[in-house]
């Protein structure tokens, strides 16, 4: 079960943080790379949030997910 919730904490982070973190991480690495538009910048940046950015989102949502699983979920033993 808390393989479960944290794989549901991570899919959520990854949803949300998507959303939320993506375009102002996008623009430090734009003008931290100088990458120029166009064809080639745009395959950059969907590699690096395909390789980069969504594994960090997730393993941050499982850990997070984990911990809340043990901390508050998980029945007390007497």
């Known amino acids: 079960m808390r393989f ?4 549901l904490f991570g899919l959520v982070f990854l949803l949300g943080l998507s959303f939320l973190i993506t375009p102002y991480l996008n623009n430090l690495y734009i003008t931290y790379n100088n990458i120029q538009p166009g064809p080639d910048g745009e395959s950059e940046l969907v590699g690096f949030l395909i390789y980069v950015q969504w594994p960090i989102f997730f393993i941050v949502g499982f850990i997070s997910g984990y911990v809340v699983h043990i901390k508050y979920l998980k029945k007390n033993k007497t």
């Open 4 to 7: 479960l919730t944290a794989s």
